[in-house]
């Protein structure tokens, strides 16, 4: 009870592990919708503060011309009131003109006159008078910003030029800033009323126009849904918008690719089935017949022997069918996913040699294997390196379906040579299997590697499946497969065939551990071998 608890707890807090991670997943996917909708509405989020404050700066302007002139005006016309009496200047101002100057409910306004010593004649005291380095050009009206008594004000002023050996005297009218601000203010204000009201309706059209524009993505996904599985046509390129035709495009080939392989695996399993057939309809007669024998009573030792044989061979080839099928099956549901590694072919295929010597002896046929070998051969480091980057399960499929394929169809009496050959400069890894067989016609060199065919007139049982093992294999690893005559017309020895020679360029990893140099193997290292491979027939063979 205490073990099932503890059980149960691990397998709960496996699965309260286990939804943070899909939330995670289902947090982390992106809405095309919401990407679009925040690019579009983020520059103008960003827009509308700046357009507040380029609004702000232009209603400055604005409310400050008019006031701007009227100060002007109001420097005019006290510069006009300056008169040269005598040796000494006289501003003739009357009191309803001061009272009409300083006449403002909102500002308070300032005035202030200097002669051309500097020396204060009428106004304002306490306004302050331009800097030193302000250049003193006679009848040019300027405007600055400055202070009285701690508060902002602006100022229009002008020098005037009253006689020809003094300097010019100065003409100042300055005012507060209330009725600036306040037309300022009105004028943002009916500017960013407008857009309280303008923003909203334009984030508004955003999004319908977001909804309109991916309308046809909704519609290709109900068309989608409202498929059968088993419908692989290819999506009408026509009825979708130009930005979504490169991705209908790239589904239309998966589509493509996968009703292709449908129909492979479809007219395979035919084929595998109709295969299957002979070797069970055998079996099963012969079970039948050697029991209507015994039923009458007319069986001997023989018969019944010789059916059981004929059911033993049925059940091989049938066992054998199966093994190949799902080999092929295997090979074809590992492609694009098993991961690839360096694999020693020099160690692979002398365990595949070691592996079918019962075989070869039992049919009286030479099997030997030919390449580098560190304890017997002196070569350099690099042409001794026999790895290849592959799948070493697949390689092995490979290599055993060549080499049964060979001794199958080669004589008692015949050879079949493994061989591996490194090309240090190619970059690729040669390996051969070759035969002293029949060999195979150049008519029907592109056939035999097509699921279940087998050539006539060889008497020879098999599957028809090995040698599409071994070019799904090549495929898959991007290999290169030749095949070709082992031996020249004209070095055909009598009452032998020219045999057929397997040839398969595999890729050598780009990096990969030095190897190092060769060194005689201790006796206790060599590796063990049965008595009939051992001694070599040849040099470098087994």
């Given at each position: 009870?205490?073990?099932?608890?503890?059980?149960?707890?691990?397998?709960?807090?496996?699965?309260?592990?286990?939804?943070?991670?899909?939330?995670?997943?289902?947090?982390?996917?992106?809405s095309?919708?919401?990407?679009?909708?925040?690019w579009?509405?983020?520059?103008l989020?960003?827009?509308?503060?700046?357009?507040?404050?380029?609004?702000?700066?232009?209603?400055?302007?604005?409310?400050?011309?008019?006031?701007?002139?009227?100060?002007?005006?109001s420097?005019?016309?006290?510069?006009?009131?300056?008169?040269?009496?005598?040796e000494?200047?006289?501003?003739?101002?009357p009191?309803?003109?001061?009272?009409?100057?300083?006449?403002?409910?909102?500002?308070?306004?300032?005035?202030?006159?200097?002669?051309?010593?500097?020396?204060?004649?009428?106004g304002?005291?306490?306004?302050?008078?331009?800097?030193?380095?302000?250049a003193?050009?006679?009848?040019?009206?300027?405007?600055?910003?400055?202070?009285?008594?701690?508060?902002?004000?602006?100022?229009?002023?002008?020098?005037?030029?009253i006689?020809?050996?003094?300097?010019?005297?100065?003409?100042?009218?300055?005012?507060?800033?209330?009725?600036?601000?306040?037309?300022?203010?009105?004028?943002?204000?009916?500017?960013?009323?407008?857009?309280?009201?303008?923003?909203?309706?334009?984030?508004?059209?955003?999004?319908?126009?977001?909804?309109?524009?991916?309308?046809?993505?909704?519609?290709?996904q109900?068309?989608?849904?409202?498929?059968?599985?088993?419908d692989?046509?290819?999506?009408?390129?026509?009825?979708?918008?130009?930005?979504?035709?490169?991705?209908?495009?790239?589904?239309?080939?998966?589509?493509?690719?996968?009703?292709?392989?449908?129909t492979?695996?479809?007219?395979?399993?035919?084929?595998?089935?109709?295969?299957?057939?002979?070797?069970?309809?055998?079996?099963?007669?012969?079970?039948?017949?050697?029991?209507?024998?015994?039923?009458?009573?007319?069986?001997?030792?023989?018969?019944?022997?010789?059916?059981?044989?004929?059911?033993?061979?049925?059940?091989?080839?049938a066992?054998?069918?199966?093994?190949?099928?799902?080999?092929?099956?295997?090979?074809?549901?590992?492609?694009?996913?098993?991961?690839?590694?360096?694999v020693?072919?020099?160690?692979?295929a002398?365990?595949?040699?070691?592996?079918?010597?019962?075989?070869?002896?039992?049919?009286?046929?030479?099997?030997?294997?030919?390449g580098?070998?560190?304890?017997?051969?002196?070569?350099?480091?690099?042409?001794?390196?026999?790895?290849?980057?592959?799948?070493?399960?697949?390689?092995?499929?490979?290599?055993?379906?060549?080499?049964?394929?060979?001794?199958?169809?080669?004589?008692?009496?015949?050879t079949?040579?493994?061989?591996?050959?490194?090309?240090?400069?190619?970059?690729?890894?040669?390996?051969?299997?070759?035969?002293?067989?029949?060999?195979?016609?150049?008519?029907?060199?592109?056939?035999?590697?097509?699921?279940?065919?087998?050539?006539?007139?060889?008497?020879?049982?098999?599957?028809?499946?090995?040698?599409?093992?071994?070019?799904?294999?090549?495929?898959?690893?991007?290999?290169?497969?030749?095949?070709?005559?082992?031996?020249?017309?004209?070095?055909?020895?009598?009452?032998?065939?020219?045999?057929?020679?397997?040839?398969?360029?595999?890729?050598?990893?780009?990096e990969?551990?030095?190897?190092?140099?060769?060194?005689?193997?201790?006796?206790?290292?060599?590796?063990?071998?049965?008595?009939?491979?051992?001694?070599?027939?040849?040099?470098?063979?087994?």
């Amino acid at each position: 009870m205490v073990k099932r608890a503890a059980v149960s707890r691990t397998a709960r807090s496996g699965r309260r592990s286990v939804r943070p991670s899909v939330l995670a997943l289902r947090r982390e996917q992106r809405s095309l919708f919401g990407e679009i909708l925040d690019w579009m509405l983020a520059p103008l989020l960003l827009m509308w503060p700046m357009s507040l404050a380029l609004t702000w700066l232009a209603a400055q302007g604005i409310a400050s011309r008019p006031y701007d002139r009227a100060l002007i005006e109001s420097v005019r016309s006290l510069a006009q009131r300056i008169e040269l009496r005598g040796e000494n200047l006289r501003l003739d101002l009357p009191q309803e003109m001061v009272r009409m100057l300083r006449a403002d409910e909102a500002d308070s306004v300032y005035y202030q006159v200097l002669d051309t010593r500097g020396v204060f004649l009428s106004g304002d005291r306490e306004l302050p008078v331009p800097l030193e380095s302000d250049a003193r050009v006679p009848g040019e009206l300027r405007l600055r910003d400055d202070e009285v008594d701690g508060e902002s004000v602006r100022v229009a002023y002008q020098w005037v030029q009253i006689g020809f050996d003094e300097g010019p005297a100065l003409v100042q009218v300055a005012e507060t800033l209330t009725k600036r601000s306040r037309l300022a203010t009105e004028i943002i204000k009916g500017v960013i009323l407008p857009q309280f009201v303008i923003l909203p309706i334009a984030v508004l059209l955003v999004w319908m126009a977001l909804v309109r524009g991916l309308a046809p993505l909704n519609a290709l996904q109900q068309r989608i849904r409202k498929r059968r599985s088993d419908d692989l046509s290819p999506i009408d390129e026509r009825e979708v918008p130009e930005e979504v035709t490169p991705l209908v495009q790239a589904i239309n080939e998966l589509l493509e690719r996968q009703r292709n392989t449908m129909t492979t695996q479809k007219r395979f399993l035919a084929d595998a089935a109709h295969q299957l057939k002979t070797p069970l309809a055998g079996l099963r007669m012969q079970a039948e017949l050697a029991a209507r024998e015994l039923e009458t009573g007319q069986s001997d030792s023989r018969s019944i022997r010789a059916s059981l044989e004929q059911m033993a061979n049925a059940s091989q080839r049938a066992a054998h069918m199966v093994n190949q099928l799902l080999s092929m099956a295997r090979t074809e549901a590992r492609a694009g996913t098993a991961p690839r590694d360096v694999v020693d072919l020099h160690r692979l295929a002398t365990d595949v040699v070691r592996d079918f010597v019962p075989r070869a002896l039992d049919k009286g046929i030479d099997l030997g294997y030919e390449g580098p070998e560190d304890a017997r051969v002196q070569q350099p480091a690099a042409a001794l390196d026999s790895r290849v980057l592959g799948h070493e399960v697949m390689l092995r499929e490979l290599l055993v379906n060549l080499v049964d394929n060979a001794l199958q169809y080669t004589p008692p009496g015949g050879t079949v040579t493994v061989r591996v050959m490194p090309d240090p400069f190619g970059q690729v890894v040669a390996l051969q299997v070759e035969d002293s067989g029949p060999g195979i016609p150049a008519a029907e060199r592109e056939l035999v590697f097509q699921p279940f065919y087998r050539a006539l007139g060889t008497k020879v049982d098999g599957s028809g499946l090995g040698l599409a093992i071994v070019a799904e294999v090549a495929q898959q690893h991007g290999a290169e497969l030749l095949l070709e005559d082992a031996r020249a017309p004209g070095n055909i020895p009598p009452g032998e065939g020219p045999g057929v020679c397997f040839t398969l360029r595999l890729h050598r990893p780009r990096e990969v551990p030095a190897v190092p140099a060769a060194a005689p193997m201790p006796a206790s290292a060599s590796p063990s071998l049965p008595p009939a491979l051992s001694p070599p027939t040849e040099p470098g063979r087994l």
